[in-house]
């Protein structure tokens, strides 16, 4: 009777057992022509009544798993922007690896025209916006195109802002932006068929560094086949100069080998017309003496950028990634011509000055890059070692020469000087990372080291008659360096209709800067936790919410810092700031996504004593200064209205509208040291419409329109722009060449006018680049130029405080 009750308890046990194990769902997801569809909605739901059980996302290569599956009979099935795959029964009794789970393509007729151009697509994830752009309209540009037109991002001068702050562009995770021409000269010889997705990370995770706000990071293809491929592509460009670029890439690809090999030459001759004025005020509140100034600056510049790429997988478990970047502007010439008119209150002309100031510069930055893989025997684990070393050098001689003249044209003085400035910047950073998942969730967790070096000498010599503004003394030694240790985690689960990701990061930062001429130090040593969260709630496909916080901190750049002064004539100059201090933000946001169509962003941004231009007039001395200062308070907040959707079959239209309020509280120095809150109520809208204009989706054109209707910039604020641009894109000979042509700021319109008036601070100017002009493109495949690519980019957060100011 014992060995039965043991028997029939041991059976009960059993079979309890069973029914209490759980198992695992794993497959990916592809399309009929078994590409793969990142990030696609797994649901998983009774086979009875199609209730939902639960559900997660697919990654990047469109893999997926499903953990903690009880046993029991199941339907699975595939979503994404409204598709979804034929929905497949399962009867869960063990753990099961599915093959594809596929997501027909959208096949559009319209009046017998097929249109084989698939339509960009947009996706809400816990920490990110993806506009997936691979084999689409928007994907024939280049990939400076293809950023300019990413949802949520807003386009103000050839700056590429999110929520009001400058992005930083990525490529694969790895930073690429050394200045603002810089990487939009690296970006513009990129095509855009080269890229997957670009992701708008508004608060970027803890895995990425916590100075540096926005991130928009370039996805590109994989290579899947081996083989060769190449391209030469080119661009004519006739704006108020013709200018062109040239450029060829070349790839190949082994079982075990990847090379990538890029070189550009963008060769520019550019003239921008500058009019600037100042009111300069007496202590009773009225004009004395009105400045009225005219530039006109003619660049010259010889960019040519190189990049290599090396990826080598010695085996399953472990792979190595080499990438350089060579970058060099060498011999570039800046002539500046300048007339100035002085008008007393009554506007009567009082004297006029002519300045001639030419510059020669030399830029080089070279920037290396390793990377090493070692994936563990744990499904999804691995360690990941990285090292970098950049090293920038920048050098410029300036020769100034001014002319005074009375009313009548009579000559009374002259004045002038030459500036020779060197600036070296080293960089060196290591970082390693380990990732692993646990059951449905994932955890992360690195350390990162950062050492920079910077070493500036300005030398002012060969004066010709007197200043009050400008002596010898001004000459200088400084000497920038700053050591940033960091560690951070991250934990990101899903489960039924939620995804949830945590995460902190906290960096030591000491640094110290030393100028010998003011025989002054300025020292940082503090340690900063920047913690982050994220949350997504996706009830069904058509709606999903999501909110996030993330706390990050902005250095100041490396030529902010310099205590050094660049004349535009000896009343008219900018300044560093030796004593810049980093600043601190926290931002919040909150999401509603549409069925993957119509998206609304709610954002609050606390800038706390954000690093902003601020120009001072000095009314006594009539002189006017620009530079970099901590404001006493900064914050922002809006509205974002995205629209993503196919009104017709060959006709799709995104659609972006921002309106916002942005405000910043300095202290102003010639005004009696008080404190002044500059704000601004603002839109910005966006409306491009991309067109399939031939049967076979060869010929494609695009329509967009800009308008902002004023913008926050430090102590100025600017009036309204408009821009308008056309283009259209033609392949042929079965994609082996494409040739395009564009034309930009049609009305021109796209040149507003920045204006500093405030208690007896009164002065404004506008500038005018070459924004308006026609564009000549053409691209050349050969070898097998269907290959996709793996290309990667390059460089570390640090690099982009080599940026140099406007």
Known sequence: MKNLTSIVLLVLFTICGAYAQTFTITGK???????????????????????FVKGTSANEEGFFELSEVEPNLYLLQA???????????????????????????????????????KRPKLQRLPDRLVFSVENTVVSQGTSWDILKNTPGVIVNQDNLLIRGQNA??????????????????LLQGLS????????????????????????????????????????VNGTLTQAVFPKFSVGTSH????????????????????????????????GANTIFSVWDTDYNQT?????????????????????????????????QEQETLLDNEMRNAQAQLDSTFTSQNNANMDNTNLAFDLTYVHKLKKEGAQIRANGHYTYFNGEMFQRLSSNYFDADGTFLRDFGFDTDSDQEIKIFTGQLDYSTPIGNASFETGAKMSSITSENNMDFFNFNGSSNTVDASQSDRYIYDEDVYAAYMSFVKNWEKWSMKLGVRGELTKAEGRSLTLDQVNTQDFFEPFPSIYLLYSPSDKH????????????????????????????????????????????????????????FDVYYRDNGSNIAYLVFQDNNNQTLVELKQNVLDSKS??????????????????????????????????????????????????????????????????????????????????????????????????????????????????????????????????????????????????????LEDNQRGIDKKERERLESQD
């Open 637 to 786: 907040y809006g509205l974002d209205f995205t629209l993503s959707k196919s009104i017709l079959p060959p006709w799709y239209m995104y659609a972006y509208t921002s309106v916002f309020h942005e405000e910043e509280t300095f202290l102003a120095e010639q005004s009696g040291n008080v404190p002044y809150t500059n704000e601004v109520n603002g839109v910005y809208a966006y409306v491009g419409n991309y067109l399939t204009l031939s049967s076979d989706g060869t010929f494609t054109g695009e329509v967009a329109a800009t308008y902002v209707s004023k913008f926050l910039f430090g102590s100025y604020v600017s009036d309204e722009q408009f821009n308008l641009t056309i283009g259209l894109r033609k392949t042929l000979f079965d994609n082996k060449i494409t040739l395009s042509l564009a034309a930009e700021d049609i009305l021109e319109q796209y040149v507003p006018t920045y204006r500093s008036q405030y208690l007896n601070q009164d002065n404004f100017y506008r500038r005018r680049p070459e924004t308006q002009f026609i564009r000549f493109g053409f691209t050349y495949n050969f070898g097998n130029f269907r």
């Open 29 to 51: 997801v592809v399309d009929e022509q078994n590409q793969i569809i990142p990030y696609a909605n797994i649901l998983l739901l009774q086979a009875t009544d199609s209730t």
């Open 79 to 117: 979503s994404y922007v409204g598709r979804g795959s034929e929905p497949r029964a399962l009867d869960i009794a063990t753990d099961v690896s599915l093959g594809a789970l596929i997501i027909p393509l959208e096949n559009n007729e319209l009046d017998e025209v097929v249109v084989t151009a």
């Open 299 to 331: 660049d010259k510049s010889h960019s040519q950028n190189a990049s290599f790429i090396l990826d080598y997988d010695f085996d399953e478990k472990n792979s190595l990634n080499l990438t350089s970047n060579l970058l060099f502007n060498l011999n």
């Open 544 to 599: 999903s919410f999501s909110f996030d916080y993330g706390r990050n901190i902005n250095r100041p750049k490396y030529n902010d810092l310099n205590p050094f002064r660049f004349f535009y004539n000896e009343n008219d100059y900018e300044e560093g700031n030796p004593g810049l201090k980093p600043n601190f933000s926290n931002n919040f946001n909150f999401n509603y996504t549409l069925n993957s169509e119509y998206f």
């Open 168 to 185: 930083t562009v990525y490529l694969n995770d790895r930073k690429v932006q050394l200045s603002g021409q810089e990487v939009q000269d």
């Open 251 to 282: 790839y190949y690809k082994t079982d075990k080998l990847n090379l990538f090999a890029n070189y550009t030459i963008n060769p520019r001759k550019e003239i921008n017309k500058t009019k600037k004025g100042i009111n300069f005020i007496n």
């Open 192 to 231: 855009g068929t080269n890229i997957k997705s670009v992701e708008v990370i508004a608060n970027p995770p803890a895995s990425y560094d916590a100075e540096g706000g926005p991130i928009l990071n370039i996805v590109t293809s994989k290579n899947i086949v081996p083989g060769y491929k190449g391209s």
